[in-house]
């Protein structure tokens, strides 16, 4: 079992940065695939950007949104910049169980996480 704790969101400017962070439960952090995803009122949850052995985001995030780990914290983050009217959501921190020999694998879909943040509220104001 996986525990995972989001915080970091908040209201910013059109402009500004935030960065959130996932801290995890557990001694074996390192083997376990890292998603963000987040949900706009009225639309389905997306994915914003994964990290295994290597990075990937969404075309929306890409250039401005940055995903990294600190596996010996047992955290994950999302460092947002230039943020857009267009990104406030809820935004949900996610993992999977990832060991060695999993392949190369990019995970986007809700469905390939089995544990999940209680999500953080991300506000943008224009």
């Known amino acids: 079992q996986v525990q995972l704790v989001e915080s970091g969101g908040g209201l910013v400017q059109a402009g500004g940065s935030l960065r959130l962070s996932c801290a995890a439960s557990?001694?074996?952090?390192?083997?376990?695939?890292m998603g963000w995803f987040r949900q706009a009122p009225g639309k389905e949850r997306e994915f914003v950007a994964g990290?295994?052995?290597?990075?990937y985001y969404a075309d929306s995030v890409k250039g401005r949104f940055t995903i990294s780990r600190d596996n010996a914290k047992n955290t994950v983050y999302l460092q947002m910049n230039s943020l857009k009217p267009e990104d406030p959501a809820v935004y949900y921190c996610?993992?999977?169980?990832?060991?060695?020999?999993?392949?190369?694998?990019?995970?986007?879909?809700?469905?390939?996480?089995?544990?999940w943040g209680q999500g953080t509220q991300v506000t943008v104001s224009s």
């Open positions: 996610a993992a999977r169980f990832n060991p060695p020999g999993s392949g190369y694998r990019h995970y986007t879909s809700s469905d390939d996480y089995a544990y």
């Open positions: 557990g001694r074996t952090f390192s083997t376990y695939a």
């Open positions: 990290i295994t052995w290597s990075v």
